[in-house]
Every structure is written in structure tokens, then in C-alpha cells.
């Protein structure tokens, strides 16, 4: 069973168009978490969510809307797509709370912008 | 504020030989400390971690990595090298605050070896 999935894992697009990444873990965690990865691996985290509610909302232009419909799914809408949002998308999950600071992290959807 | 320095962006070894990652931290408080690996086309996965406790700590593949408080330092390292190894491999740290929701992680190390 994968542990955290992420669809889908390839998505090529055009400038302007509207696009959502969609995210599950069937861990149990109550945490989960955006990244992005640019060409050069550097890992920049965008969002967190805690139990539904948001926690961490980093400088990303509002053209990011995460939404978390229950805790084991975290979708992300990137409306007006640009050339710079081109990238690899990580969702992540973990349960502070409990102890368990390690990330469990998705495969990825790597975008690629037209 | 706290912050993650990998030394080298790129280190390139020999098969069978030692492989030595660099990982700097800074923060105010002792946070917990994890080592993750990133194969090509992959998402990242946990190699060690940790919280407190034993100062050296041993994880999956024969690596280990020793939390060294006064350097505030947690270097990866693995005595022999195998071409399965390569990869990137990140260093990060949770400072524990707010939670511990917040994870930082390092700007990541390519390992190559070679044959």
C-alpha cells in the first residue's frame, strides 16, 4: 500500500490554464504538507495543515489555493499558471503531536508549464 | 532564525570508499535532526534521525550520523561506497517550535560514485 500518493505524476499545461494536485496518505497522520522543488532540488515549503486547518502559509502568490476536505487529503489549486511555476510538487505528511516529526513524502507531480 | 548549511552541493566518491556528508545547523534550542535521501525521479525518504538521547544513530543502507552539540554539527557518513548510493541527500531540522510542524531543510548534496 502506498503510504502517500500524489496524482498525477506528470502534468504539462499552458500558460494561463488552471491546474489541481491532488493528495492522499492513508498513514493516520494529522499533518500534511506542500513543497516545491525546483531544477536545482532546493525544497521550499508552501503550505501546512493541521487537522483541516491551515498552519503554515508561506510566500506563494495567492494563485495557490490549498484545500483540505479531511486529514488524509491535501489538494493543490494553481489557477493563471506562469513559466516559473514549472517544477516538482511534493506533498508530505507527518504527526508532531505524537512525535512523529519525520516526513513522509509523496512521489511527486512533476509540472511542467507551457 | 534557524537555518541548514549542506558544505558542497556536489561530493564525489569511489566505490568502496568513505562517504563523508557535511551538515551545519543553527538554532536556538537543540531541535531534532534527520537525514533524507532522494533517488532519481523519486520523493524524498527518511535515512536517520535524531531526537535526543545516544548521539550517534544509525540508519537504513549502513549510514550513520553523529549529533555533535558544541559543533552543532550532524555529519552523515558511511564506510564504503556502493554505485547505489548516489543520490541526493538532504540534511534538515525541526526546531521544535510552534509544535513542531516546521521542518528546514538543507539545500541538498549529490552524491556521485564512481566505478
Known amino acids: 500500500d502506498t503510504a502517500v500518493s500524489q496524482t498525477p505524476k506528470y502534468l504539462v499545461t499552458q500558460m494561463g490554464n488552471d491546474k489541481s494536485i491532488k493528495c492522499e496518505q492513508n498513514?493516520?497522520?494529522?499533518?500534511m504538507y506542500w513543497y516545491k522543488q525546483d531544477s536545482k532540488k532546493f525544497l521550499k515549503i508552501m503550505f501546512s495543515y493541521n487537522n483541516k486547518e491551515l498552519i503554515i502559509n508561506e510566500t506563494v502568490p495567492n494563485r495557490f489555493s490549498p484545500k483540505s476536505p479531511d486529514k488524509a487529503h491535501l489538494n493543490l489549486h494553481i489557477n493563471s499558471l506562469e513559466l516559473g511555476d514549472s517544477a516538482v510538487y511534493f506533498c508530505?505528511?507527518?504527526?508532531?503531536?505524537?512525535?512523529?516529526?519525520?516526513?513522509?513524502f509523496g512521489p511527486g507531480t512533476r509540472l511542467t508549464v507551457l | 532564525a534557524q537555518s541548514v548549511t549542506q558544505l558542497g552541493s556536489h561530493v564525489s566518491v569511489s566505490e568502496g570508499a568513505l562517504v563523508l556528508l557535511r551538515c551545519n545547523y543553527s538554532s536556538s534550542v537543540p531541535p531534532y535532526l534527520f537525514w533524507y535521501v532522494q533517488y532519481p525521479n523519486q520523493g524524498l525518504q527518511l535515512l536517520l534521525k535524531y531526537t535526543t538521547g545516544a548521539t550517534l544513530v544509525k540508519g537504513i543502507n549502513g549510514f550513520e550520523a553523529e549529533f555533535k552539540k558544541s559543533e552543532t554539527s550532524f555529519h552523515l557518513t558511511k564506510p564504503s561506497a556502493h554505485m547505489s548510493d548516489a543520490a541526493e541527500y538532504f540534511c534538515a531540522v525541526n526546531p521544535l517550535e510552534g509544535g513542531g510542524f516546521k521542518t528546514i531543510f538543507g539545500a541538498g548534496t549529490r552524491l556521485f560514485v564512481k566505478a
Open positions: 508530505a505528511s507527518s504527526r508532531p503531536r505524537e512525535g512523529v516529526t519525520e516526513q513522509f
Open positions: 498513514l493516520g497522520h494529522d499533518t
